[in-house]
């Protein structure tokens, strides 16, 4: 027992410094406490600034605790403003006459020794202040057997008052408040461990109070700490105004994560995290002018690779080996290979466009044309045209390429039918791209036995004389669809040609003597028409030209080069847990919004299959979202189908989790935010967004401060392991920090 009494004595001594004292608590309920203050305590501790944190208790630290005992605990209060005390109108009364015997007397002060006499100075330095109560620290013992002895722990409230009950108020002091700010439960440490193997926390900023952040007031350069496995499998929201601090923010977090890879304690097990960050500015893939550390050295994140010794003592013998070579241009080459492939297996970097200051940088396109990426790109096209509501668009959307398979048919003849079927609308659509922009492989494509002698015939043979034009595109486009090999820029005109020819007389007659005589088991079919609907709508988009422009929009996508799909590397980069920043700073909003849609759905389904399959060890992802207004669904979208909303209700549960940053709370999903778990805020300068951040946590405190205050990197934050929002000044980011 009696060491019991000195390990309560030991721990509540960390809180609670008579030399803080600034005074007593007169009023309490379940939600607020109002204390009294003089002006002296006050002024000995440096100031209570609004916010500020302040502690109640009856525990005198000299004594001997019991900590079973219901007074062996420790209120947490956060300043919220004054509270009338009853002689405040009698003061306000006296200080008014005062004021008006020196009015006009620069050198003079109503609260002077020659115009206030010290008993009434005295009395009237006495306040009230009006405090939330914030939750209450305890200790018990560790059942679990884990850990012997005490343990603090913090609830989120507290469990009884006593209305005729004092308590004294200290306001604590850098190691008071350190160990308060920083508070974790044992048990999240402990399930840390259990998940990942860590228990590791970065410092994130320093305890900032107030915009008005006076130096020398007792409680400079409190550090704030965060633990990275918070944000594993968690939604994290960034908000605030631009050039407030969200970017720096992120790549604090990123680099936090990062670096558990590295871990300080030899007792925490190396944890690599798969990251994507969608970096709509480029901000993190390229080195800007703001990313330069204070001796002017390029600090951008993706150098963060360079953050373990070895790897960056290998990279600085191959750049000398490599001036050295200077002349052999062979060996260069292989040394430049070899760094490329140690910074690749750390961070990689996509983009649409190369950049002088990033040979390493892989191009986020796809060969549009490939037999593996005709589906791949025909989505992301159906995404560029998502809002288009004309007939036209609608039924070309409804166009899937998928391959036919031999299993898939009760008889050969019927699965040859279906087959050319399906070679004849990839023909159509890859003469469409050529039409938009998309280049082929090859210049000619042959074309022998796509189209029958006896179609060829008909259309050559068609008269119209009231459309003279019309019938000669047809007849000219039944020649061109004769020919053995034919460019692809001539292919154009003839499906033109061919789609006028669909709805004419003579088709018609064409097609039911096509029917008839199919009824056997010709190869093309069992008695179906000639044009399938889906034929007839990759037809139709030849005549529209809004058409083909909007679909040529997609085109810088395209390249003859590449054959993989980047979607599915990304994946594949992820899994083995490198940083992966895709560079969207030269892309068009909607191709941005599409291709990371389609990352992410990759992603979502890449682990979902893993997750039911229960064979291997689900990936931890973690995906970052600049100007997530862009990309997220908004407010009022209730589209549960969409992956972004699927990922905030179901990642946690597949592994990844999602950090987004925006100036907007109400442009998110509601589902979204209702799903998140960690909250860093900076200044939102409307009171609509302020309102909305009110409804989580208690950032209702903080409303006034987060509207009025600008000041960068000043930042209200709520982790999972916090049991209540903390104001931070945020670290500048620095890659070597």
């Not at 379940?30 to 609004?50: A, M, Q």
């Not at 968690?234 to 990062?258: D, E, P």
């Not at 058409?547 to 003859?560: M, P």
Request: charged letters at 30%; aromatic letters at 10%.
């Amino acid at each position: 027992m009696e060491t019991n009494k000195d390990e309560a004595k030991s721990i509540f001594s960390k809180l609670i410094q008579k030399e803080q004292l600034v005074g007593d608590l007169y009023s309490i309920n379940y939600e607020e406490g109002k204390v009294l203050v003089h002006d002296f305590f006050r002024h000995k501790v440096g100031g209570i600034p609004s916010l500020s944190f302040l502690i109640a208790t009856r525990i005198n630290p000299d004594e001997d605790i019991d900590f079973k005992e219901e007074d062996a605990s420790v209120i947490l209060l956060r300043v919220m403003d004054a509270a009338q005390i009853p002689q405040d109108r009698e003061a306000e009364k006296v200080r008014i006459e005062t004021a008006q015997r020196i009015s006009g007397e620069a050198d003079k002060q109503w609260d002077g020794d020659e115009t206030m006499d010290v008993k009434t100075r005295h009395i009237f330095s006495y306040a009230g202040i009006s405090c939330r109560i914030i939750g209450t620290f305890f200790l018990e013992e560790d059942e679990s057997g884990l850990r012997p002895g005490l343990k603090l722990k913090f609830g989120s409230d507290i469990s009884n008052y006593y209305s005729n009950k004092g308590f004294k108020i200290y306001k604590p002091n850098a190691e008071a408040l350190e160990e308060i700010v920083n508070y974790c439960d044992p048990a999240t440490i402990q399930t840390h461990i259990e998940l990942y193997g860590s228990q590791e926390r970065v410092k994130l900023g320093s305890v900032r109070y107030a915009s008005t952040n006076r130096k020398y007031q007792k409680i400079d350069d409190v550090p704030v700490y965060i633990y990275p496995a918070d944000l594993l499998s968690q939604k994290s929201a960034l908000f605030g105004m631009t050039r407030t601090g969200k970017s720096n923010t992120t790549k604090i977090i990123a680099k936090s994560v990062f670096e558990l890879r590295l871990p300080q304690s030899v007792s925490d097990a190396p944890l690599r995290i798969g990251q994507i960050i969608f970096d709509p500015n480029g901000e993190y893939a390229n080195e800007n002018a703001q990313d330069k550390d204070e001796r002017g050295n390029p600090n951008a994140l993706k150098n963060i690779w360079r953050q373990d010794p070895k790897i960056r003592k290998e990279s600085d013998d191959l750049k000398n080996q490599y001036l050295a070579a200077k002349g052999d241009e062979q060996l260069r080459a292989k040394i430049k290979s070899q760094i490329k492939s140690i910074a690749e297996n750390e961070v990689v970097t996509y983009g649409l466009l190369e950049h002088p200051r990033d040979p390493f940088r892989r191009l986020m396109k796809l060969n549009f044309h490939a037999d593996d990426n005709l589906q791949i790109g025909k989505e992301i096209i159906d995404f560029k045209i998502i809002d288009q509501t004309a007939q036209y668009f609608r039924n070309f959307k409804q166009v899937v390429f998928l391959k036919p398979e031999e299993s898939q048919y009760e008889n050969e003849g019927e699965y040859r039918g279906q087959l050319k079927r399906y070679n004849r609308r990839v023909l159509v659509y890859r003469a469409l791209l050529c039409k938009a922009g998309f280049a082929p492989p090859k210049r000619t494509v042959t074309i022998d036995g796509v189209f029958s002698k006896r179609l060829r015939e008909v259309m050559g043979a068609y008269v119209d004389k009231k459309a003279q034009k019309k019938q000669t595109v047809i007849n000219a486009a039944a020649h061109t669809l004769g020919l053995k090999e034919v460019s692809w820029d001539a292919l154009s005109p003839a499906f033109e040609g061919l789609f006028l020819f669909l709805s004419t007389a003579d088709f018609n007659t064409f097609n039911q003597e096509y029917i008839n005589s199919n009824q056997s088991v010709e190869s093309e079919g069992t008695g179906e028409g000639w044009a399938e609907v889906e034929l007839e709508s990759l037809l139709e988009m030849f005549i529209w030209s809004k058409a083909i422009n909007l679909i040529g929009g997609v085109s810088v996508q395209h390249t003859t080069s590449i054959g993989t799909d980047y979607a599915k590397d990304i994946y594949d980069d992820l899994v083995k847990g490198k940083l992966v920043i895709v560079d969207q700073s030269s892309g068009e909003p909607e191709l941005n919004k599409s291709s990371a849609t389609r990352i992410m759905w990759h992603i979502f389904k890449g682990n979902q299959d893993v997750f039911r399959n229960g064979i291997n060890k689900i990936p931890e992802i973690l995906v970052y979202i600049e100007e997530a207004h862009n990309i997220l669904p908004a407010g009022n979208d209730l589209d549960l189908s969409d992956v972004w909303v699927r990922t905030a209700k179901e990642g946690s549960k597949y592994h990844i989790g999602m950090v987004y940053a925006t100036q907007e709370v109400s442009s998110v999903q509601k589902n979204i935010l209702k799903n998140t778990a960690n909250w860093f805020i900076s200044h939102l300068n409307n009171a609509d967004e302020t309102k909305e951040l009110c409804k989580y946590y208690d950032f209702e405190d903080f409303e006034p401060s987060i509207r009025r205050a600008q000041d960068k990197g000043f930042l209200r934050v709520k982790t999972l392991s916090n049991m209540f929002v903390i104001p931070v000044q945020v670290d500048k980011f620095d890659i070597n920090g």
